[in-house]
């Protein structure tokens, strides 16, 4: 079989799981807020979905993005987008060239790396799995590994798959080293909502950084598609000259976005304490059995990263042996060949009683990853 027909199977079962607990993709399962299921009710039943969306967005969408960016008060401006991940390929198909380096970190999102080498750039990857440097890049990391043919740095921040965040100094830091070579810094800040503190690039480096946006994780609208792209109004031209999708974004997602947006503070604070404390009972769930070692706490983002490695067992067995009970959780060997053999990763913004369901069969699912067999490949 074909590795999409494959992969595609994969998800169609998990998708048509009944009742399955989703800790694997860092989405968002909490109900969202009752305005945000009233907005795309009364555009389905207005019947405003029958025309195109503008291309670039409702206006209203694309200020309340930026604004959520914290970056108002500058000329970014925002490209709506059909997820984050089209915001990704558009990007790097349009600066990625032969000859040119694409430098980001590992672990970091795969996807993006994809795109860069199908547009021709070279890949480097700069090792973070590392607590001496805490789970985080290093300025002398990244001064080491740029060279004027680095036309890319890609910053995953907060980091998915380990949930550190870089300050605000680390990230000027970053964008001092990428004006040194001329270099674009795309900012995918896909899990910002979910940080104590998120400093965005563009307020350091306006001429050349790239934030990435999600309405996936935070708001829950991962399988309504919404993302987009905040830069500078001439990236921006560029970027909107020949998009993948020209015809504008799903009009029910961008009226869910535009309410979940105008009442974030109402409710986010909430979803944020709920998900601090599903964290918690991971973690001591997860220090309760003997070689099981949370690596970064607090997460910023709504995951946790779990090191399997002294519990001698394979992640991707711990994996196979919770989805015989329902419940997804993800191998590291999806985000990183180097590193992906030493952990598994939990997603947390869901019902407390998920969290709760991972943590109660902890140990008998690590005794059942001795012996599981694998019924096939895991995506
Ligand atoms: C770092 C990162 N960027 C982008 C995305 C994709 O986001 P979207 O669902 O908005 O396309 C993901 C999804 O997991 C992600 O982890």
Not at 87 to 98: E, G, K, M, Q, T
Not at 205 to 223: D, H, M, N, Q, R
Not at 301 to 313: H, K, Q, R
Request: proline share 6%; glycine share 6%.
């Amino acid at each position: 079989m074909k590795t999409f027909e494959s992969r595609n199977a994969y998800f169609d079962r998990l998708c048509n799981t009944p009742g399955l607990m989703w800790l694997g993709q860092n989405t968002n399962h909490f109900d969202p807020h009752p305005s945000v299921l009233q907005a795309v009710t009364d555009a389905l039943a207005d019947g405003s979905y029958h025309a195109y969306a503008p291309p670039a967005g409702f206006e209203a969408l694309r200020r309340l993005i930026v604004a959520d960016l914290g970056l108002a008060d500058t000329d970014a401006t925002a490209f709506v987008t059909d997820g984050a991940v089209e915001a990704l390929y558009n990007v790097c198909s349009r600066i990625c060239a032969p000859g040119t380096d694409f430098v980001t970190t590992d672990p970091s999102w795969a996807w993006p790396m994809q795109f860069a080498r199908q547009a021709g750039s070279r890949v480097v990857e700069l090792p973070i799995f590392d607590a001496a440097q805490g789970y985080k890049l290093t300025a002398k990391q990244l001064a080491a590994a740029v060279t004027p043919q680095t036309r890319v740095i890609y910053l995953v921040d907060p980091n998915n798959p380990l949930g550190t965040c870089h300050t605000a100094d680390e990230i000027r830091a970053f964008t001092d080293i990428a004006r040194s070579v001329g270099a674009w810094f795309i900012h995918d800040a896909t899990y910002a909502q979910f940080a104590d503190a998120f400093a965005p690039a563009y307020r350091f480096y306006p001429e050349k950084s790239i934030v990435t946006y999600s309405f996936s994780k935070w708001l829950g609208l991962a399988g309504m598609r919404l993302g987009a792209v905040v830069s500078n109004p001439d990236l921006i031209e560029k970027v909107a000259d020949a998009p993948p999708n020209n015809l504008g974004s799903n009009v029910l997602s961008q009226r869910a976005a535009i309410a979940g947006l105008r009442s974030k503070a109402e409710w986010f604070p909430g979803i944020k304490q709920r998900l601090r404390r599903n964290q918690q009972v991971v973690r001591d769930a997860a220090h309760a059995v003997p070689g099981l070692t949370v690596l970064v706490y607090p997460s910023q983002a709504n995951l946790l990263v779990i090191d399997t490695t002294a519990a001698d067992i394979k992640p991707e067995a711990l994996v196979a042996a919770y989805q015989e009970h329902g419940i997804m959780i993800r191998q590291g060997t999806y985000h990183t060949k180097r590193f992906g053999h030493r952990f598994v990763k939990v997603s947390l913004s869901v019902p407390e009683a998920w969290a709760d369901a991972f943590c109660d069969r902890l140990p008998a699912m690590v005794e059942r990853a001795r012996s599981i067999e694998l019924a096939g490949p895991l995506f």
